[in-house]
């Protein structure tokens, strides 16, 4: 996939939402107006700015998630883990707990699951379940 059809659609599935204050319309705008070009040169532009509001938006999410008025079930946050392992370290590069640490095999097997999702991926995807499980858990 080449970096502008990915700054596409990361942009229309996660940056979207997110730019709702009148501050932050102008950078919206420049940003979609980049977009809709597509030409020659944008996708170094794109793929430049990307990063930045990821990384931001990652690490708020990472804070937000703390803070849900109610505490979502283990397969969600297990969800939650496997998602924030793969942003930040990548792969699983331990071995799986034993047998007797239910908690710990839980924990592996939700990030085992993300093997193979590059970083922005998974940071894209953890935003917008954080997103998903503040409108149904509260915030």
């Known amino acids: 996939m080449k970096c502008v059809d990915a700054a596409i659609l990361w942009w229309k599935n996660i940056c ?46 990472v804070e937000d998630v703390k803070s849900l008025k109610q505490r979502p079930g283990y397969g969600v946050l297990g969800d939650v883990y496997g ?3 793969q942003a930040t370290v990548g792969d699983v590069n331990i071995a799986r707990p034993g047998m007797f640490d239910l908690a710990g095999r839980g924990k592996w097997d939700a990030w085992e699951r993300r093997k193979g999702m590059s970083k922005e991926e998974a940071k894209a995807a953890y935003v917008k379940l954080v997103e998903e499980l503040k409108k149904e858990y509260g915030f």
């Open 83 to 85: 998602l924030y392992k």
């Open 16 to 61: 979207s939402p997110f730019f709702q204050s009148t501050s932050q319309h102008r950078e919206r705008s420049l940003l979609q107006d980049e977009l809709d070009k597509q030409g020659a040169g944008t996708a170094a532009a794109v793929c430049q700015f990307q990063p930045a509001v990821m990384n931001e938006s990652f690490e708020q999410a």
